[in-house]
Structure formats: C-alpha cells, structure tokens
C-alpha cells in the first residue's frame, strides 16, 4: 500500500463549530505532516510528527489541534474556526523522522470551507 | 534559511516539444532537491529528487532533473510534452539537518497544447 489517505474528502463548517480531519498510512512511515494550501499557492507547512511525538508546530493559532494516536494514524482537531482558514489541508508522510532526503507523500487532501 | 525560486509562473509548451521548468535553490551545505507535480484538486505528487552522485536524475513519466551546483539550479525537463502533463509544478529542498522541513518555491503552471 503506497497511499496516505485523507478523510473527509470536503468539509463545510460553521465558526462555531468542531471538527476533525483523518489522515492514514501503512507504509511504516515514521514522519507525519500538515500542509495548509491556498489556491495556485505552495503547501505551507503546519506540523510535523516524528516517530509520534511533535516535533515542528509553525506557530499555527491554537484553534488547530494536531494528534498522532498511532504511527500509522493523524488527526487534525479544528475549533472555533475563521473563514479565512478555508483551504485544502494536505497529510503527508516520509520514512524516517529525521532524514531531509526522504520524499514526501501526499494524500489527496481536505477541501474545507468555514461559513 | 533555504529558499527555492521558480521565475515563471507559467509556461507554455507544445505537445512533443521539449520542456523545461526553472527551478533555483539556496541552502546552507548540500541541498536535497526535489519535484513535485499537482492536478486540480489533487495532492502532490513526487517526481524526483536529488541527494547526492549523478547530477542528471530521472524521474517519473518521463521526467529528469539536472542538478547544477554553481548555478544553484535544479531545472525539471521532459524530450517530449504531453497535454496530460499540464498541471502545476512545485521545486522544493531540504538542507541536511533541516528537520524534514520542505521549503517550496511558488510554482510554475505548465500548459501543454496541441
């Protein structure tokens, strides 16, 4: 199995509201990535996972909430969100937790929109 | 920092003309470069990547990439375009120590027409 999967597919949601995004992999990798990513714009980095512990945050406001309850498995809890948080969130993971020369693979992502 | 640039925003191409993508780089030691291509409303997905040895890498779908040290560059070619190759292209690296950290430049679309 060589896919990082991403469920939901689309999100809409009110600012007031609670919700999660699902990424999974069973490609034993031990890096585990959030991207934000706006229209014709690169991938902005969120947070990295490393062999299940934290081990980046960008400074992302407090109303994402990443969780990593297995090596295989990454949530992304959303609180309280504002519109401008509307983008495609892309999970991705690599091989190992500290190798920078290992490619990075990508789910097909989340489409969320904040009303 | 590291920082990767893309001069063109777009690039035009005809089907079975060759085709180059402008990539270049700046990091702090060696650079691990690499290609990434996106479809609408897809994720990303690798092309290739250079670490270290032969400066030409190949790819897939027919890509390579041709590492340059004194130029800094990273530039992504293909001997003959296809249409389904449009779509938007990202150049990305990582410095050795960097933490897994991608740094990706802007993108360049390529459109490929007949």
């Known amino acids: 199995d060589t896919e990082v999967t991403q469920t939901p597919k689309h999100l809409v949601m009110g600012m007031t509201n609670k919700k999660s995004l699902k990424c999974e992999q069973h490609?034993?990798?031990?890096?585990m990535y959030w991207y934000k990513q706006k229209a014709k714009k690169p991938p902005e980095l969120m947070f990295v996972?490393?062999?299940?512990?934290?081990?980046i945050n960008e400074s992302v406001p407090s109303r994402f909430s990443p969780e990593c309850p297995n090596s295989s498995l990454l949530n992304l809890h959303l609180h309280a969100l504002q519109p401008e948080d509307s983008a495609l969130y892309l999970c991705?993971?690599?091989?190992?937790?500290?190798?920078?020369?290992?490619?990075?693979?990508f789910g097909p992502g989340t489409r969320l929109t904040v009303l | 920092a590291q920082s990767v640039a893309q001069p063109e925003d777009q690039v035009n191409v005809a089907e079975g003309n060759p085709l180059t993508v402008k990539c270049t780089y700046s990091?702090?030691?060696?650079?691990?470069l690499f290609w990434y291509v996106q479809y609408p409303n897809r994720g990303l997905q690798f092309l290739l990547k250079?670490?270290?040895?032969?400066?030409l890498v190949k790819g897939s779908y027919g890509f390579e990439a041709e590492f340059n040290k004194s130029q800094t560059s990273f530039h992504l070619k293909k001997p003959s375009a296809l249409v389904s190759d449009s779509a938007l292209y990202f150049c990305?690296?990582?410095?050795?120590?960097?933490?897994?950290?991608?740094?990706f430049g802007t993108g360049t679309q390529l459109k490929v027409e007949l």
């Open positions: 490609m034993g990798h031990r890096a």
């Open positions: 990091v702090s030691g060696n650079p691990y």
């Open positions: 991705a993971s690599s091989r190992t937790g500290s190798g920078s020369y290992n490619e990075q693979f």
């Open positions: 996972y490393s062999y299940e512990k934290l081990s």
């Open positions: 250079y670490i270290t040895g032969d400066n």
């Open positions: 990305a690296v990582s410095g050795v120590g960097g933490g897994n950290k991608l740094t």
